[in-house]
């Protein structure tokens, strides 16, 4: 539920409830004092009677009104008991009036005096009142709900453009995101917490980068010595049988390290758009070079490789264009057996390169991954994809993975995106 | 020939001396910015093995001296940036060739004695060795007027042992030198078997000695000895 939302719908609920109480408690006191209004009158009726008969010594005369009556009956007994009721009296239509009874002595008789006044009168005011009042509350309610939302979405504008720069954003892009100048406290604290986060999750990305790419430099010094090392050793006439294949491994060791070492430093060194420089690069006659650069490894290794390539031109930078490509094929050809076959195919808007057959697909989400090994060789180092994403991710191109007819295949989209 | 091995790595700069140290080479070291430079200044060199960062300053200054003087040594780089930019820089400010670390030192020396092939002005493109002659322009090999018919990879592989005589040259050196440092696979051991292999049978066929001999199962080794 969004926040507008919830808070118009705590809003109309309250106010109805504030609403409805108010308008009870209204109704009520309304009534209470119009009533005790109509008490008074009636007292005063009361009075005017007891000053009329002792000034003319009897009842006054019954003027018979509408809203007003007057009865006077002769009782046995006198009292001094006045009562006040309200009371329903059956004429054309059934009428509340307000009725007073007392005992009257007057030439000699006692009456029972009762005057009765309509509630009429009181009952329309009060009624034309909770009218207008719940009319005019009505309107309160409807204005502020209207208001709060146009008013509110108005107000959280800068909300909504800060997520819509943070769902851009992505670290180390190099596009520092930019957040609009805004006068509402909150959303200016929200964005400056944005920015420091951003900031500090940048400093952090860099500081890692930056030990990756000094980390591999640094190793490739005592990798080199160990290398050179090695190369003297084997000139050793004395190097017995065993002693050679102890050696043997530790090249191919050092080997691994040597290619792991070099594909971080290629990593971090596209990061840090080193390879920014752009320029014309004829895909389809790159494709054929290192299909042609191929060609030997794949014979020896009894893998067939078929080709459809129209001739594509992109703009990205030459050496990337070159270990894409290359990073492609040899995972194909690493990750196939003796009979397998490669396809390459190339269309202006993709360059699809795929291997097989296989029985099922391998989990898309985690490929590209760094440090990934798909199969359990051990010969690899698990960055030639996470190599290839990166490439398509500074030049603008997406890469994903799609496994189909038992082939995985990986599809290299070229518009740039 | 003298060769000179500016590298601040002492024990790299040790291992390089030891393997090219032969009845060739005479190799001089220095391994900080001011032994290197007075070096270059007061003798010649054949060539000049040149790592970029070195104490007290750096490797291109002093390409860029040895240029400003004329000196006609031939300068290869080792860089452990292997960035293109030092190695567009080093090329442009007249290196001749650019070997990024770490590299295997048979890889070195056949780097090493291309740049001096090139800078010898005898004028002849060929090599001698036995009876077999490699043209270089032609890119052949012939024992007595009788071409081997050495394929690309064989021809780069027989150079590479002409180049490394009497070393051992490990199959990591070889398929490294074959194809490259790009080719993100395994071990192509049994791709270099089969070249060795038809090198040898080449060799033989044409009535040449065959000089090419396994090493256990580190490398392979070309004597001039047999």
Redesign the interface.
């Known amino acids: 539920m969004k926040l507008l939302q919830k808070y118009s719908r705590i809003n109309l609920v309250t106010s109805v409830m504030i609403f409805l109480l108010a308008s009870i408690a209204f109704y009520f006191s309304l009534h209470y004092v119009l009533l005790k209004q109509v008490d008074e009158d009636l007292k005063t009726e009361k009075h005017e009677i007891e000053s009329s008969v002792q000034r003319y010594g009897k009842l006054p005369d019954i003027i018979p009104l509408n809203d007003e009556i007057t009865e006077y009956k002769e009782t046995a007994a006198f009292s001094d008991d006045v009562t006040i009721h309200s009371m329903k009296i059956k004429g054309e239509d059934e009428e509340l009036f307000r009725k007073i009874e007392f005992y009257e002595k007057a030439e000699g008789k006692i009456y029972r005096v009762s005057f009765a006044k309509s509630l009429e009168n009181t009952e329309t005011i009060t009624k034309s009142v909770l009218t207008i009042a719940a009319i005019s509350i009505l309107i309160l309610v409807i204005a502020g709900f209207i208001i709060n939302r146009l008013v509110l979405k108005r107000l959280w504008m800068p909300f909504y453009k800060s997520m819509a720069i943070m769902k851009q954003y992505r670290i180390g892009r190099q596009a520092y995101p930019e957040f609009e100048k805004t006068d509402i406290t909150e959303f200016a604290m929200l964005n400056e917490t944005l920015n420091a986060a951003i900031s500090k999750s940048e400093d952090e990305y860099n500081n890692l980068k930056e030990f990756t790419e000094n980390a591999s430099?640094e190793m490739?010094?005592p990798?080199?010595?160990?290398?050179?090392?090695?190369?003297?050793l084997?000139?050793d006439e004395n190097?017995s049988?065993s002693q050679?294949?102890i050696?043997?491994g530790a090249?191919?060791a050092?080997?691994k390290l040597?290619?792991l070492n070099?594909?971080l430093?290629l990593l971090a060194?596209i990061e840090n758009r080193?390879?920014s420089q752009r320029e014309t690069v004829q895909l389809d006659k790159l494709a054929e070079e290192k299909i042609a650069?191929?060609n030997?490894?794949l014979q020896?290794r009894n893998l067939s490789i078929s080709s459809s390539l129209q001739p594509v031109q992109v703009s990205m930078n030459a050496?990337l264009a070159?270990?894409l490509l290359?990073?492609l094929i040899?995972n194909c050809?690493?990750h196939s057996k003796s009979g397998d076959s490669i396809s390459i195919i190339l269309t202006p808007n993709a360059l699809t390169i795929g291997n097989g057959p296989f029985d099922k697909p391998l989990d898309g989400s985690t490929i590209f991954k760094r440090f990934h090994k798909g199969g359990n060789?051990n010969?690899?180092h698990g960055l030639?994809l996470a190599i290839v994403k990166e490439i398509c991710m500074v030049t603008g191109f997406a890469v994903n993975y799609k496994f189909e007819g038992g082939m995985h295949l990986f599809i290299v989209s070229l518009r740039n995106i | 020939m003298k060769i000179l091995i500016i590298e601040d790595e002492k024990e790299l700069s040790s291992s390089i001396v030891s393997f090219l140290q032969t009845e060739q080479y005479v190799c001089e070291t220095a391994h900080d910015y001011h032994s290197a430079l007075e070096k270059t200044e007061l003798y010649d060199y054949a060539c000049i093995i040149l790592d970029i960062t070195l104490p007290g300053g750096s490797g291109m200054d002093l390409l860029q001296n040895l240029k400003a003087n004329n000196k006609a040594d031939g300068v290869l780089i080792i860089s452990a940036k292997n960035s293109l930019d030092d190695r567009i820089r080093g090329l442009k400010e007249g290196a001749d060739d650019y070997l990024p670390k770490p590299f295997h030192l048979p890889e070195l020396a056949a780097r090493v004695a291309a740049i001096i092939r090139r800078r010898s002005f005898d004028g002849s493109n060929t090599i001698t060795f036995g009876d077999l002659v490699i043209d270089l322009m032609e890119k052949t090999v012939k024992n007595a007027n009788r071409d081997l018919e050495l394929t690309k990879k064989e021809y780069e592989l027989f150079l590479y042992f002409v180049s490394n005589k009497n070393k051992v040259i490990s199959k990591g050196a070889i398929a490294e030198h074959l194809w490259g440092d790009d080719m993100d696979l395994a071990d192509n051991y049994d791709l270099i078997y089969t070249h060795i292999k038809n090198l040898r049978r080449k060799i033989i066929h044409a009535g040449a000695p065959d000089h090419i001999r396994s090493v256990y199962g580190t490398g392979y080794k070309f004597s001039t000895d047999i």
């Not at chain 1, 990798?223 to 003297?232: F, P």
């Open positions: 430099h490739q010094t990798v080199a010595v160990i290398r050179s090392k090695m190369d003297v084997i000139q190097l049988e050679s294949n050696v043997q090249y191919d050092i080997k040597a290619r070099q594909a430093l060194k080193q390879y650069y191929f030997e490894i020896s050496a070159d270990i290359n990073n040899s050809i690493k060789s010969e690899e030639g």
